[in-house]
């Protein structure tokens, strides 16, 4: 009786092997583009709402430091604001030390960015009764600096003015009684 030695596969099982192996791959691969893809989607995602943070943000901290000397100066649209603070410019060159900005923000509809303007005012700012009086709502000395982007990829920036008016007769130590908000999409200097 003579022993039957194989060394090595046959072609079936070498077929077979191939097709295994090419199934778990295919497996495998579609299951790392579905990770990396729902990865990019989140971090796109992440990446906008970071931005939309930083921009609130940066104007909560703006609206913090509003001049109230120069309240009746603010004014605005929807898809702009200009108001004065006391604050330290953020250009690196006009040093560190509080001063007397304007800033203004403007969403540009044609890039879709929020751009973010400060002017170190140098000039006296108009009274209320100046403005009423026709006045110019702007002071002459303003120093721009170039404007700066918050915000890209925006679709819309709307800004909205809400108003709660004090009633006849309110007082600050009285407890205050409900009233409606106005809700305008606009705003005027002296408003």
Do not use: C
Request: net charge negative.
């Amino acid at each position: 009786m003579k022993a039957n030695n194989r060394a090595g596969f046959t072609l079936v099982e070498l077929l077979v092997a191939t097709l295994l192996l090419t199934l778990v791959m295919t497996a495998v691969y579609t299951l790392f583009s579905t990770v990396i893809q729902s990865w990019r989607s989140v971090e796109s995602d992440d990446s906008l709402h970071r931005k939309a943070r930083h921009a609130q943000r940066l104007l909560q901290r703006d609206y913090a430091n509003l001049f109230g000397g120069a309240a009746h100066l603010m004014e605005g649209t929807g898809d702009s604001l200009s108001f004065y603070v006391v604050s330290a410019p953020m250009a690196s060159e006009s040093g560190t030390t509080p001063q007397l900005l304007q800033i203004r923000y403007r969403f540009d509809n044609d890039t879709g960015e929020l751009l973010r303007t400060e002017a170190i005012v140098t000039a006296p700012l108009p009274s209320p009764g100046q403005i009423e009086a026709g006045t110019k709502p702007t002071p002459e000395g303003l120093e721009p600096h170039a404007p700066q982007v918050i915000a890209q990829d925006l679709q819309h920036v709307s800004f909205t003015y809400v108003w709660i008016p004090q009633p006849e007769g309110a007082w600050w130590r009285n407890r205050p009684e409900p009233v409606s908000s106005l809700i305008a999409h606009y705003h005027r200097p002296t408003w």
